[in-house]
């Protein structure tokens, strides 16, 4: 699985998240959520935010039983701001 984190996310997970191994036992976004409170609380209590979206091989997901497997692509979005 691959693991994106954009704009502040990016700076708060650092390189090393986008490469972490994922426990196979990870199948929804709610255990990769329960993951990331485990192996890094400070990017777990970012991405816990209302307007954090999330999308899964490019589409926006908000189902947190979503299933997601090795082949995947997670990526973490701030919430935007636009003018």
Excluded: Y
């Amino acid at each position: 699985m691959k693991l994106v984190f954009l704009g502040r996310f990016r700076e708060i997970a650092g390189p090393h998240m986008s490469d972490m191994a994922v426990p196979c036992e990870v199948k929804t976004l709610s255990g990769l959520q329960d993951f990331l409170t485990q192996a890094h609380p400070a990017l777990a209590a970012a991405l816990a935010g209302v307007r954090t979206q999330v999308a899964v091989n490019q589409v926006i997901v908000r189902d947190p039983s979503h299933a997601i497997g090795d082949a995947d692509e997670v990526a973490f979005l701030p919430p935007m701001s636009g003018g």
